[in-house]
T-cell receptor
Framework: AQSVTQPDIHITVSEGASLELRCNYS??????LFWYVQSPGQGLQLLLK??????LVQGIKGFEAEFKRSQSSFNLRKPSVHWSDAAEYFC??????????FGQGTRLTINP | NAGVTQTPKFRILKIGQSMTLQCAQD?????MYWYRQDPGMGLKLIYY???????DKGEVPNGYNVSRSTTEDFPLRLELAAPSQTSVYFC????????????FGPGTRLTVT
C-alpha cells in the first residue's frame, strides 16, 4: 500500500532563510505526487504537483519540489521564506486510482 | 466559480444527535471526497464518490454515511454523534484526469460534547 512520511513534525526558520521540507513515499509505480499548504483555520491549497516529465516542478508562492525516484523523495524547497509562509505543509501521493494518501504534515514557523 | 463550498463552518453537537455536513462544488468534477483531520494525524479519508450514485468507503467510515444524488453535492451524515467524531471535516473534489489533484473546501469544525 502507498504511504507518505514527512520526517519533520515542526520546523522553524528565520525570515529570508531557505527552506526544505522532506517527503518520502512508498509506491510501486511512477507516483503522482503533491504538496499542499494549510494556513491556520483554512482548507488545503495545492502548491504543486508531479506526474511525469521534468523532475523539478515549480509551484505557486515561489515553491518548487524535486522528484528523486532513486530516493523515493519529493522534497519541497523555497529559496527565501516570508512570514506569510508560516503554515502546515502536507505531502501526498496518488494511489493509482482516484485517491490520495497524505503525510502527517510539517508545521512551519517563521522567526522574524 | 466558488470551487468547493462547505456548510456549516462550525457546529457543536450533543452526544447522540445527528447532523448533515453539506458539500457542493461547481467545477463539474466527478470525484468527491470527505476527510477528517485530527491534530497531528494528517487527513483520513472517510468516504469518496466517483460519480452520481456511486460511493465507497475510505479508511475511517464507521459512524458516517454519504449519498451522491447529483454531480455537485456530496453530503456527509453523522448518526448518533460521539465525542470521537470531534474533528475538522474537509470535503474535496477532483477532475477525472490524471493526476487527479484534489481541491478542498474550507472545512467544518465539529465538536461533540
Amino acid at each position: 500500500a502507498q504511504s507518505v512520511t514527512q520526517p519533520d513534525i515542526h520546523i522553524t526558520v528565520s525570515e529570508g532563510a531557505s527552506l526544505e521540507l522532506r517527503c518520502n513515499y512508498s509506491y510501486g509505480a511512477t507516483p503522482y505526487l503533491f504538496w499542499y499548504v494549510q494556513s491556520p483555520g483554512q482548507g488545503l491549497q495545492l502548491l504543486l504537483k508531479y506526474f511525469s516529465g521534468d523532475t523539478l516542478v515549480q509551484g505557486i508562492k515561489g515553491f518548487e519540489a524535486e522528484f528523486k525516484r532513486s530516493q523515493s523523495s519529493f522534497n519541497l524547497r523555497k529559496p527565501s521564506v516570508h512570514w506569510s509562509d508560516a503554515a502546515e505543509y502536507f505531502c501526498a501521493v496518488g494511489d493509482g486510482a482516484q485517491k490520495l494518501v497524505f503525510g502527517q504534515g510539517t508545521r512551519l514557523t517563521i522567526n522574524p | 466559480n466558488a470551487g468547493v463550498t462547505q456548510t456549516p463552518k462550525f457546529r457543536i453537537l450533543k452526544i447522540g444527535q445527528s447532523m448533515t455536513l453539506q458539500c457542493a462544488q461547481d467545477m463539474n468534477h466527478n470525484y468527491m471526497y470527505w476527510y477528517r483531520q485530527d491534530p497531528g494525524m494528517g487527513l483520513k479519508l472517510i468516504y469518496y464518490s466517483v460519480g452520481a450514485g456511486i460511493t465507497d468507503k475510505g479508511e475511517v467510515p464507521n459512524g458516517y454515511n454519504v449519498s451522491r444524488s447529483t454531480t455537485e453535492d456530496f453530503p456527509l451524515r453523522l448518526e448518533l454523534a460521539a465525542p470521537s467524531q470531534t474533528s475538522v471535516y474537509f470535503c474535496a473534489s477532483s477532475p477525472t484526469r490524471i493526476p487527479y489533484e484534489q481541491y478542498f473546501g474550507p472545512g467544518t469544525r465539529l465538536t461533540v460534547t
